[in-house]
């Protein structure tokens, strides 16, 4: 069978036994059947063999006990397996869920955002009913005030006109899509800061609330309900623990119970497990009340600074005031989803509370305290009792180390039938396999030091046998298939991948952006070799220089020619002799022919010619 076919399977089954739950009256997720199905799959009291294919007869037998649990309402099991299959259906990292909401505001915009960026106004009516949509887009973008209370929309009208009047729209329509949208966010943001502003110095803020004000109420409120809770189910869980430990220990006499020892198992895993989701809440809501306060701080400073630097101004450059009023928003834009995130987790903490009813009914109120007494052992006797047997090595970020089995102590689960402690670091941490255990007494920790392979492979036949364990004690990855343990992956058969969780498919796409970097397009770049040799010689001016050159083959960019010379003849030519004489050269001087003194000219020739034989 292929892993497709498995997959089909697989969907099958799931989907058999969600209709025939639905026939009986309870509607249940497919991600819940998925989960019961691996539960029933894992478990070796069931006898499913994952070494070979399922048969009809597996099949069927799956579907009823997998049925059966699921309507088995009554069962803290299936009310810590819901709770387990809720908190990682709902619960994300304190980051996705800001950058969902984020998502979800940006959609929300884009109706809009795409009517502004893609009209074509053609007349004075049209601009103006633009200029009100842009209105509305900022509004929507802030969340400060409705866009259809009039106060709040003369307030932010006057806003924008300060910075973007009406009659800019012109320039504004002339952007490509791109840069208007980028426009819009930038005139949201200033906008949103000019109000803020405004309302710190009351002179403006319809339709804000003091945000500042509810959060430093709503958080040490939501945080406050929560360690609420989180007492209770401790104390209930300790309460649990006491009476599972009278019950299994052979020395002590006790009644019999009316409640199970199985049912008290379960029980104290609800609780447990309540209890783990309880303080991952609840560290969250400390880190955002530490964010809060950082951001309320911010803002305070750059108010401070705005306020200053437009103190009795008339007017002021916008170079200046902008990024203060950019840095309003964005602080606030960050309180506002520090409010989203407390809303969300405190949703999170109430949606829990259905899943603790069965083991809320297993004992009137008050009535394992009242029997129990000074029995009932909380954290901090039973790690004042045990502190007293070994520290810690000096470890850098010993408080820091990942704990297995979050935190529980394995000697105890295994030796105890399944009962949980928390471990106590102060005896010490075993590190085995790269791994951290830590034990709830130094007898437990020396025992499971001795053979620690056997117990972890007893811890995990117990997480089989009570499916619950495999979240609540974080054994995720010792229980996927994908892999055998000894690493040949390509022995795995085909009845071994109904343990994967199904597969959910859907359509989706993604895109790889052309040019990661920049667009920077270098307009005199040439590839050609020749048409750069061609702009050399056009830079070279040789007309102003006299040149003597010599081509070779090796000569660096030229061309590759060559020439051809012949040798010099060893000949000889003869001349006449060149001969020649001087004859005197005449001179012959007159003089007086200028006139004189006298009237009358008198002209005198003197010859100074040389005679020839001189």
Same mark, same amino acid.
């Given at each position: 069978?292929?892993?497709?076919?498995?997959?089909?399977?697989?969907?099958?089954?799931?989907?058999?036994?969600?209709?025939?739950?639905?026939?009986?009256?309870?509607?249940?997720?497919?991600?819940?059947?998925?989960?019961?199905?691996?539960?029933?799959?894992?478990?070796?009291?069931?006898?499913?063999?994952?070494?070979?294919?399922?048969?009809?007869?597996?099949?069927?037998?799956?579907?009823?006990?997998?049925?059966?649990? /699921?309507?088995?309402?009554?069962?803290?099991?299936?009310?810590?397996?819901?709770?387990?299959?809720?908190?990682?259906?709902?619960?994300?990292?304190?980051?996705?869920?800001?950058?969902?909401?984020?998502?979800?505001?940006?959609?929300?915009?884009?109706?809009?955002?795409?009517?502004?960026?893609?009209?074509?106004?053609?007349?004075?009516?049209?601009?103006?009913?633009?200029?009100?949509?842009?209105?509305?887009?900022?509004?929507?973008?802030?969340?400060?005030?409705?866009?259809?209370?009039?106060?709040?929309?003369?307030?932010?009208?006057?806003?924008?006109?300060?910075?973007?009047?009406?009659?800019?729209?012109?320039?504004?329509?002339?952007?490509?899509?791109?840069?208007?949208?980028?426009?819009?966010?930038?005139?949201?943001?200033?906008?949103?800061?000019?109000?803020?502003?405004?309302?710190?110095?009351?002179?403006?803020?319809?339709?804000?609330?003091?945000?500042?004000?509810?959060?430093?109420?709503?958080?040490?409120?939501?945080?406050?309900?929560?360690?609420?809770?989180?007492?209770?189910?401790?104390?209930?869980?300790?309460?649990?623990t006491s009476w599972l430990e009278r019950l299994l220990n052979p020395e002590v006499e006790t009644r019999e119970c009316i409640?199970?020892?199985?049912?008290?198992?379960?029980? /104290?895993?609800?609780?447990?497990?309540?209890?783990?989701?309880?303080?991952?809440?609840?560290?969250?809501?400390?880190?955002?009340?530490?964010?809060?306060?950082?951001?309320?701080?911010?803002?305070?400073?750059?108010?401070?600074?705005?306020?200053?630097?437009?103190?009795?101004?008339?007017?002021?450059?916008?170079?200046?005031?902008?990024?203060?009023?950019?840095?309003?928003?964005?602080?606030?834009?960050?309180?506002?989803?520090?409010?989203?995130? /407390?809303?969300?987790?405190?949703?999170?903490?109430?949606?829990?509370?259905?899943?603790?009813?069965?083991?809320?009914?297993?004992?009137?109120?008050?009535?394992?305290?009242?029997?129990?007494?000074?029995?009932?052992?909380?954290?901090?006797?039973?790690?004042?009792?045990?502190?007293?047997?070994?520290?810690?090595?000096?470890?850098?970020?010993?408080?820091?180390?990942?704990?297995?089995?979050?935190?529980?102590?394995?000697?105890?689960?295994?030796?105890?039938?399944?009962?949980?402690?928390?471990?106590?670091?102060?005896?010490?941490?075993?590190?085995?396999?790269?791994?951290?255990?830590?034990?709830?007494?130094?007898?437990?920790? /020396?025992?499971?030091?001795?053979?620690?392979?056997?117990?972890?492979?007893?811890?995990?036949?117990?997480?089989?046998?009570?499916?619950?364990?495999?979240?609540?004690?974080?054994?995720?990855?010792?229980?996927?298939?994908?892999?055998?343990?000894?690493?040949?992956?390509?022995?795995?058969?085909?009845?071994?991948?109904?343990?994967?969780?199904?597969?959910?498919?859907?359509?989706?796409?993604?895109q790889t952006d052309t040019h990661l970097l920049e667009t920077n397009i270098v307009k005199s770049y040439e590839w050609n070799?020749?048409?750069?040799?061609?702009?050399?010689?056009?830079?070279?001016?040789?007309?102003?220089?006299?040149?003597?050159?010599?081509?070779?083959?090796?000569?660096?960019?030229?061309?590759?020619?060559?020439?051809?010379?012949?040798?010099?003849?060893?000949?000889?030519?003869?001349?006449?002799?060149?001969?020649?004489?001087?004859?005197?050269?005449?001179?012959?001087?007159?003089?007086?022919?200028?006139?004189?003194?006298?009237?009358?000219?008198?002209?005198?020739?003197?010859?100074?010619?040389?005679?020839?034989?001189?």
């Amino acid at each position: 069978m292929s892993r497709a076919q498995a997959e089909s399977v697989i969907k099958n089954i799931i989907r058999e036994i969600a209709q025939e739950c639905a026939g009986k009256g309870h509607a249940v997720s497919e991600t819940l059947v998925a989960f019961m199905v691996k539960a029933v799959v894992l478990d070796p009291r069931n006898l499913f063999n994952v070494d070979r294919t399922l048969t009809k007869q597996d099949v069927r037998k799956l579907v009823e006990l997998c049925v059966d649990k /699921l309507m088995d309402q009554g069962s803290p099991t299936l009310d810590t397996i819901k709770m387990q299959v809720y908190f990682d259906m709902n619960y994300t990292s304190r980051r996705e869920f800001i950058e969902e909401h984020q998502r979800v505001l940006q959609s929300r915009l884009v109706p809009v955002s795409r009517e502004i960026t893609d009209s074509r106004v053609k007349t004075r009516e049209d601009l103006e009913g633009l200029y009100r949509k842009i209105v509305s887009y900022v509004l929507l973008r802030s969340g400060l005030g409705s866009s259809t209370d009039i106060t709040t929309v003369r307030e932010a009208t006057a806003a924008l006109q300060s910075i973007f009047p009406q009659s800019e729209l012109g320039t504004f329509m002339s952007l490509i899509k791109k840069d208007k949208e980028q426009q819009l966010n930038d005139l949201s943001m200033i906008v949103t800061g000019i109000r803020l502003f405004n309302k710190d110095s009351r002179k403006g803020g319809e339709g804000i609330d003091d945000l500042p004000a509810i959060l430093n109420e709503a958080i040490p409120s939501t945080s406050k309900d929560i360690e609420w809770e989180l007492e209770l189910s401790q104390s209930l869980a300790w309460q649990y623990t006491s009476w599972l430990e009278r019950l299994l220990n052979p020395e002590v006499e006790t009644r019999e119970c009316i409640v199970p020892l199985d049912m008290l198992k379960q029980a /104290l895993y609800n609780v447990r497990q309540h209890e783990a989701f309880l303080k991952v809440i609840l560290a969250d809501v400390i880190l955002c009340a530490k964010q809060v306060e950082t951001l309320q701080t911010e803002l305070a400073t750059h108010m401070k600074l705005l306020r200053v630097t437009v103190h009795s101004k008339t007017a002021v450059p916008t170079a200046q005031v902008f990024p203060h009023f950019t840095a309003l928003a964005k602080f606030w834009s960050g309180l506002q989803d520090e409010m989203v995130l /407390l809303s969300i987790l405190s949703n999170i903490m109430e949606n829990l509370q259905p899943f603790l009813a069965a083991q809320s009914q297993l004992f009137p109120d008050g009535q394992l305290e009242d029997v129990l007494g000074s029995e009932i052992k909380k954290y901090e006797q039973r790690m004042k009792e045990s502190s007293e047997w070994l520290l810690p090595e000096t470890t850098a970020n010993f408080d820091k180390l990942p704990l297995q089995y979050n935190g529980i102590c394995g000697y105890t689960l295994v030796k105890k039938d399944g009962l949980l402690l928390p471990g106590n670091p102060s005896i010490g941490v075993l590190k085995h396999r790269e791994k951290y255990y830590v034990f709830s007494s130094k007898e437990a920790a /020396l025992r499971f030091g001795s053979k620690p392979d056997e117990y972890i492979a007893h811890v995990a036949e117990k997480a089989k046998q009570s499916p619950e364990l495999i979240q609540l004690l974080q054994l995720h990855q010792q229980f996927a298939c994908d892999q055998e343990p000894d690493g040949h992956s390509d022995r795995m058969q085909s009845g071994e991948r109904l343990l994967v969780k199904p597969i959910t498919k859907c359509d989706s796409s993604t895109q790889t952006d052309t040019h990661l970097l920049e667009t920077n397009i270098v307009k005199s770049y040439e590839w050609n070799e020749w048409e750069l040799r061609r702009k050399a010689i056009k830079l070279a001016n040789l007309r102003s220089k006299v040149t003597h050159s010599m081509q070779t083959n090796l000569s660096h960019m030229r061309r590759d020619n060559v020439t051809q010379t012949y040798l010099l003849e060893d000949v000889a030519c003869q001349s006449k002799r060149d001969g020649n004489s001087n004859v005197p050269k005449p001179q012959v001087y007159l003089a007086g022919l200028r006139g004189g003194k006298t009237k009358t000219t008198h002209m005198i020739k003197t010859n100074l010619t040389r005679s020839v034989n001189e």
